[in-house]
């Protein structure tokens, strides 16, 4: 067929031998035992080559059974322009009008060919400022975050339209690569132990509710920004009078999210378990681990931990700002009114507190703890004065994390579960591993506290650090 006067390469003879052609697919007819695939490529590299010639052959695919297999959404043409449509019509070579047409696989109207396939002309996305933007994809294309440009997918045109700039405690700048409107700095609320609070206002308090309560959420923010809540399931460990978290909840961006202590390493995502990491949304929402902690984090900035067992954190972003409600309090920067409004002289209860943030209650799950230390005798405050004492001392293993404000309830929060479960060492260890992430994540450096006798149950999550610098002993 490729040298026959009168078959569909015929045209191109004057102007290419296909001589050589013949005898190199002849060649690999032998070698592979006449198979037709290779038939099929031989005829093909002369068909490529007279077209890269300039000169149009005739069919001779079907004739040969040689198809030619098209993506998704294209068919097969043996005419087709040289210069199909593509997303990037300005980066057309500029001779395509002259050029011959070409053997190929066509897109069908409504798509363009993009890096071999064919794609939705409305996926293709937008050119500005001599960058490409996703459909959809928002910038602002002033230095003050004031003109906010939006790259429409059905017509590849970029709408740009005038606005307020960043929203109160947001800065306009550069972060991670991109630029845009950022939250000034983060507040950190947390639940630790049996549980005791740190409001985002960094009001500490305890509260010893088993049921599941609204941790944090977002209530009446500006309307740019998303809804988000934050909710923990506590639940009874051992002893009648503390409870401790089971569960994490994080609703945001439609999806549902729940670490749980139960499902070790796992998320579940809309009630289906997940091994980590986990994504969702295209990046906005991601789950991972990093050390023993779960971390949950949004695209707003938002994000939420917890180690399967007692500590969970939710650091929210301060373009929330006051507009937050839930046992991390309203994030006002006041922490006097965190836990609701004082009357006259009267103490506030966390108990009432609680109750206000009640969201569900499972069997057996109480709010109205007694949240007092029952047999406080001074016994025990010795006895607690020793165990707790690994906080206290100046020149000890957590030295430096005095320069962390979170560090300044630590003491308290180690007696506080020393008396309520005495004779036990979890509480201890537990607050120590809790104390140790707190430090850590303000970059301060806390030495190996764990010994053959203190806490040895975790040796295997040491700090990093081989495990012989742990023989450090506690005194
Ligand atoms: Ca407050």
């Known amino acids: 067929m490729l040298t026959l006067p009168s078959g569909p390469f015929a045209d191109c003879h004057q102007f290419l031998d296909p001589k050589p052609f013949l005898e190199e697919c002849v060649y690999d007819m032998c070698v592979t035992g006449g198979e037709r695939l290779t038939l099929c490529r031989g005829l093909n590299a002369y068909a490529q080559a007279c077209v890269d010639l300039g000169i149009s052959v005739r069919e001779w695919r079907s004739r040969t059974n040689c198809p030619l297999t098209c993506p998704a959404n294209s068919h097969y043409e043996l005419c087709s322009p040289a210069c199909p449509p593509s997303c990037n019509s300005e980066a057309r070579p500029t001779n395509c009008s002259s050029r011959p047409c070409v053997e190929g696989c066509v897109c069908l109207p409504g798509f363009v060919a993009s890096r071999g396939l064919c794609m939705p002309v409305s996926s293709c996305g937008c050119i500005f400022q001599d960058r490409l933007l996703a459909p959809g994809q928002e910038v602002y294309a002033d230095e003050k975050c004031h003109l906010r440009c939006t790259c429409d997918g059905a017509t590849q045109k970029v709408i740009c339209r005038n606005t307020t700039g960043c929203l109160p405690k947001e800065h306009c700048g550069v972060q991670n690569g991109s630029f845009g409107c950022f939250p000034e700095y983060f507040r950190i609320c947390r639940a630790s132990g049996d549980p005791h609070y740190m409001s985002l206002d960094e009001r500490i308090f ?91 984090r949004t695209n707003f900035s938002l994000s939420v931990s917890y180690n399967w067992d007692t500590h969970v954190t939710a650091k929210v972003p301060s373009n929330y700002f006051n507009s937050v409600c839930g046992l991390c309090g309203n994030f006002n920067g006041d922490p006097r009114d965190d836990l609701g409004k004082q009357i006259r002289a009267e103490a506030i209860d966390p108990r009432d507190f609680g109750k206000k943030w009640l969201v569900s209650s499972h069997l057996g799950c109480r709010t109205d703890e007694q949240h007092l230390c029952p047999d406080f005798n001074k016994g025990l405050v010795s006895n607690i004065t020793q165990n ?69 149950e975790y040796q295997e999550y040491q700090l990093g650090i081989e495990s012989n610098a742990c023989s450090l002993a506690y005194k």
Not at 408 to 428: F, H, V
């Open 206 to 296: 305890n509260f010893m509710g088993t049921c599941t309560y609204l941790f944090t959420a977002s209530c009446g923010q500006h309307p740019s920004l998303p809804d988000f809540k934050v909710f923990i399931e506590n639940e009874r460990r051992g002893s009648q009078s503390v409870s401790f978290v089971r569960s994490v909840k994080l609703e945001a961006l439609g999806i549902k999210l729940e670490v749980r202590r139960e499902y070790q390493g796992k998320v579940l995502v809309d009630g289906i378990l997940h091994y980590l990491p986990f994504q969702a949304l295209g990046g906005k929402l991601v789950v991972f681990r990093q050390g023993k902690y779960a971390i949950l």
């Open 388 to 456: 707790c004492r690994i906080f206290t001392n100046i020149s000890g293993h957590f030295k430096h994390c005095w320069r962390v404000p979170a560090y300044n309830s630590a003491y308290i929060e180690c007696a506080y579960d020393c008396c309520r479960m005495p004779g036990q060492t979890k509480p201890l260890c537990d607050t120590l591993a809790t104390y140790t992430a707190i430090c850590q994540s303000s970059g301060v450096i806390v030495y190996p506290w764990r010994t053959e006798t203190l806490c040895r």
